[in-house]
Structure formats: structure tokens, C-alpha cells
């Protein structure tokens, strides 16, 4: 759903799974959130969104 949002509204959306990439993914993905595993985890010009809330 975020991903889908954030595309049409004209973002480019760089997605990575990370239940099925690498661990570097979600080392990444957990460095970003601070530990939280809650998904998605956006980063939004340099902001970065835990969760999504319909907002794209």
C-alpha cells in the first residue's frame, strides 16, 4: 500500500523486502528505524516514517 502511494504520487520508490533479501536489508532497515521492526520503514527526503498511514 505504501509503496503503491508513494508511486503514483510521482515518488520514486526504491523497494527491498527485507523478509526475503539479504541480512544487510534488514540491518539496514533496523539501523534506519532505531531497532523498530514495525513496517514500512520510508525514508522521505532524508525523514524517515515508521509506518504508513495512507499518506503517499
Known amino acids: 500500500m505504501a509503496r503503491e502511494a508513494y508511486a503514483?504520487?510521482?515518488?520514486?520508490?526504491?523497494?527491498?523486502d527485507v523478509a526475503q533479501g539479504s541480512p544487510d536489508t534488514l540491518d539496514a532497515m533496523l539501523t534506519l528505524s532505531g531497532g523498530n521492526r514495525k513496517i514500512p520503514v520510508i525514508v522521505d527526503e532524508g525523514r524517515v516514517i515508521i509506518g504508513f498511514q495512507g499518506r503517499g
Open 8 to 16: 503514483a504520487s510521482g515518488r520514486t520508490v526504491d523497494y527491498r
